[in-house]
């Protein structure tokens, strides 16, 4: 199983412009997770989907930020503008249902994103 | 979720044990234990958790204080690989309360050789 893949792993991008971080979740998984990671914050959840439809997007900072899942396969999050605050390791993760439990995440590697 | 408070970083030497300790003395009585490590420019991945009685699996042990307030993450034998922050999360498992993961600061653990 290749894991949770994120593209791409490295982005910089000037302030502004449009970033669309991308993901794919480990076939079979219910649930996709969006989290950022920066060194004042840590690690945030920002939204999570459950059969393809958002339940908690509380975590997502402001309007700039918008995320899908048009498809099991597949998840994106879009920042539109970007600003240098957003800065950060964005990482994806993804979970089967467990019975009886709360999801439990498998994370992708990450996409470090740089806005300048 | 109820709060945990773990020492910034730790040290080790490599072969060694490690504990890791975690309190979390405000726990109410259906939070799960969970241990996450984050190595170095990776995302995070599971441990081991536990609610009661100790646990143990391939990957390390959890020891839980009899009165919950408190647990230890045990590596039998530190290795280089083991270098990371370990973070001790609290989590309610009633799934009707939605709780999802949310991470503190952990504790960086450094292995030397």
């Known amino acids: 199983d290749a894991g949770v893949i994120q593209s791409p792993r490295h982005e910089v991008t000037e302030m502004g412009q449009e970033v669309t971080l991308r993901c794919k979740p480990i076939s079979g998984h219910d649930y996709l997770f969006w989290y950022r990671q920066t060194m004042m914050r840590g690690l945030e959840l920002l939204i999570y989907f459950n059969n393809n439809v958002p339940i908690d997007d509380s975590g997502m900072p402001e309007d700039r930020f918008s995320a899908k899942m048009p498809n099991a396969s597949f998840s994106t999050l879009k920042i539109q503008p970007s600003e240098p605050r957003d800065s950060a390791v964005y990482f994806c993760?993804?979970?089967?249902?467990?019975?009886?439990?709360?999801?439990?995440?498998?994370f992708g590697p990450g996409t470090r994103l740089t806005v300048l | 979720d109820a709060k945990t408070t773990q020492p910034n970083s730790m040290e080790s030497n490599e072969e060694e044990p490690v504990h890791l300790p975690c309190n979390h003395s405000t726990i109410s009585g259906t939070d799960y234990i969970h241990w996450y490590r984050q190595l170095p420019s990776q995302g995070p991945e599971y441990v081991i958790h536990g609610l009661t009685s100790n646990v143990n699996n391939r990957m390390a042990s959890l020891a839980i204080a009899e009165d919950r307030k408190s647990s230890t993450l045990i590596l039998h034998r530190a290795t280089l690989r083991d270098a990371a922050v370990y973070y001790c999360i609290l989590r309610d498992e009633d799934i009707s309360a939605g709780n999802m993961l949310t991470f503190g600061g952990g504790t960086r653990l450094m292995v030397k050789p």
């Open positions: 993760a993804s979970s089967p249902r467990l019975a009886g439990g709360l999801p439990r995440p498998f």
